[in-house]
């Protein structure tokens, strides 16, 4: 399994940006896609998470209300809408993903509950 973020880039606080995250390679026919954040020397925050292909979402309390994350027309795309952004929300994203639904994870925030994952891609807030 292959994931391959994309998306981010610097916007100014109280901007958007639209991330997305393609996945090729999955051979069963239910997995979730995470996304999670990572700040310069500090661990990895899961943020968000749908389950394919039933749409079942779990978002953190952190960006409840501002980010959406969503599939597109091929199920194999998956995108994290963040809007009205602050600079706390610089980070570096990660798109994950593993071949279980969402109502399998136990933590679906947690890392250990992902088998693949992307190089992540870096958003910047100005303020």
């Known amino acids: 399994v292959q994931l391959v973020e994309s998306g981010g880039g610097l916007v100014q606080t109280g901007g958007s940006l639209r991330l997305s995250c393609t996945a090729s390679?999955?051979?069963?026919?239910?997995?979730?896609i995470g996304w999670f954040r990572q700040v310069r020397g500090g661990r990895r925050e899961g943020i968000a998470s749908?389950?394919?292909?039933?749409?079942?979402?779990y978002y953190a309390d952190s960006i409840k209300g501002r980010f959406t994350i969503s599939t597109g027309h091929a199920r194999n795309t998956v995108y994290l809408q963040m809007n009205a952004l602050e600079p706390e929300d610089t980070a570096v994203y990660y798109c994950?993903?593993?071949?279980?639904?969402?109502?399998?994870?136990?933590?679906?925030?947690?890392?250990?509950?992902?088998?693949?994952w992307g190089r992540g891609t870096q958003v910047t807030v100005s303020s």
């Open positions: 994950a993903a593993d071949d279980a639904p969402l109502r399998d994870l136990i933590e679906p925030e947690a890392e250990y509950e992902y088998e693949w």
């Open positions: 749908i389950s394919i292909p039933d749409g079942n979402t």
């Open positions: 390679g999955f051979t069963v026919g239910e997995f979730v």
